[in-house]
């Protein structure tokens, strides 16, 4: 079925290997056990380190040696949470196959990719165990980790005319990939040294015979639009002309059409975080012990955030900055109108923000104390970008205005497709930092944005004269 694969079974895994890493199948009869914590082996024993573990997947890696070298692999085994979702598995193709499969395919079809070295399924009574196997390429980065590195400008363009190429040939091919985003790309110098990019992670592919229409086209180009804040009108530019061949009258139409679905993905993205954040999954979690209850992202665990707020002490100060965290302390009563009892959804109104990729402060987590019959009390803290500072803070506000109102604009252009800033904005709700040879600004207080579904024009108009405002200059001497 599968060319240049061979079947194998070892012990109560059938196994799908390519014939040229046959040399794995000494390895094969230990890993099902060691990835899923089965193993009877000495606890010392090294042959897998598990990298990621989560409520649906295990990720471990290990290293064999080859003809005098050190080859490295991944592990993937899939998990069913729910008695349901275990036994549908039953009578269809499992997760882990489907993988395997539409990778083959993508192959086939000539989409760069790398294949599954093999393939495991092993039967139980009324479930299945499934294992996939990759071979981990060596001094490999993401694109989004590739443009954050600071290459140099020949480099990025010479990155982004063949991300262009690809993003065509993938779509030509009839490749969608639901989730179509620069960590789903691999950059890397192959043995000649040829700059090499690949499509990876297939959970979410699937492959049709047709290539993609252009609405489908459309939608998956907006997915990836959605970065585009780390990247210049030129470059984005760049990108769109290697995927249409160097049209640069289609060219333009695309991009028109590509801004007005990612702004429509966007805020479906802000709605689906909007509910997800006050609930257990994938990338958020729900916290309880006898003096904090709250919400936190995954990527802040609670043992590193509550001990943030055991320094505040006695302090009655609503805002404070430790460590790179922003922290807003809530009380019965506050000067911005804000308390404890609508934290939550001061929380749910945070992470929607995030969810529209604007530059604002990360919403970490939200928390509320109430130890024995003291006040309820709550603390809500997000991470800042390093080396930022208050707006109101910043020395140069008075003498460098001009600087100031450039940045404000240009986040003003970045949200007004969304909603509008509040009309009582202060410099208290900024953050800003240098960036390079210019300010950055970033909204730090989650309450000074409102959003609606005003025409981008209406809000844009709004959120200029708001930002003048603030700063007290007059239209006259601005232009």
């Known amino acids: ?170 779509h030509d091919s009839g490749v969608k990939q639901d989730d179509f985003s620069l960590d789903n790309f691999l950059v890397y110098d192959d043995e000649a040294g040829e700059r090499r990019l690949i499509l990876i992670d297939f959970e979410r592919v699937t492959i049709q015979t047709k290539c993609l229409s252009d609405k489908q086209r459309i939608w998956y180009l907006a997915k990836l639009n959605r970065a585009k804040k780390h990247f210049t009108n030129t ?97 019965g009563h506050t000067s911005t109108g804000q308390n404890y009892r609508n934290i939550k959804q001061v929380w749910m109104h945070a992470n929607a923000l995030f969810a529209l990729r604007i530059d604002i402060l990360v919403p970490a987590g939200v928390f509320k104390r109430n130890p024995g019959r003291q006040r309820t009390e709550g603390f809500l803290v997000s991470q800042m970008p390093d080396n930022c500072i208050p707006l109101n803070q910043y020395a140069y506000l008075h003498s460098d205005r001009n600087s100031i109102l450039y940045a404000l604009l240009r986040l003003a252009e970045q949200v007004s497709p969304f909603g509008i800033f509040s009309k009582d904005l202060s410099t208290h709700d900024f953050l800003v930092r240098m960036k390079g040879n210019r300010l950055k600004c970033y909204l730090g207080n989650y309450t000074a944005f409102h959003m609606n579904h005003h025409p981008v024009q209406k809000n844009g108009t709004v959120n200029t004269r708001i930002i003048k405002q603030l700063l007290q200059i007059g239209d006259a001497k601005i232009s």
């Not at 470059?235 to 695309?254: I, N, P, V």
């Not at 707020?309 to 609503?318: A, P, V």
Request: positive net charge.
């Open 1 to 170: 079925m599968f060319k240049g694969y061979i079947s194998n079974t070892i012990g109560r895994v059938q196994w799908t290997i390519h014939a040229q890493r046959s040399f794995l199948i000494p390895y094969l009869e230990r890993i099902p056990d060691r990835i899923s914590g089965k193993s009877k082996e000495p606890a010392d024993d090294t042959l897998l380190t598990i990298v990621r573990k989560d409520r649906h997947k295990i990720l471990g890696e290990f290293e064999v040696v080859h003809a005098n070298e050190v080859q490295t692999y991944l592990v993937k085994m899939y998990k069913y949470s729910g008695l349901i979702q275990k036994l549908k598995q039953l009578f269809k193709n499992t997760r882990g196959f489907r993988e395997f499969n539409t990778t083959y395919v993508a192959a086939v079809k000539g989409v760069p990719v790398e294949v599954p070295v093999a393939y495991g399924e092993r039967k139980h009574l009324f479930t299945k165990g499934f294992y996939l196997i990759i071979r981990k390429i060596k001094h490999a980065c993401t694109v989004r980790e590739y443009f954050r590195s600071g290459v140099s400008p020949e480099e990025r363009r010479d990155v982004l005319k063949k991300f262009g190429k690809l993003a065509k040939n993938i």
């Open 235 to 331: 470059e984005r530019l760049r990108f769109l002309l290697s995927y249409t061949g160097g049209d640069f009258d289609y060219c333009k139409k695309l991009a028109r059409q590509i801004e007005a679905v990612t702004v429509y993905i966007q805020k479906k993205d802000a709605r689906k975080f909007y509910q997800q954040c006050i609930h257990e999954n994938r990338k958020f979690g729900v916290f309880k012990n006898t003096n904090y209850h709250g919400y936190f992202k995954r990527d802040y665990s609670p043992e590193k955030l509550l001990p943030l707020l055991n320094t505040l002490g006695e302090s009655t100060q609503e805002v404070r900055y430790i460590n790179n965290f922003r922290i807003v302390h809530f009380t």
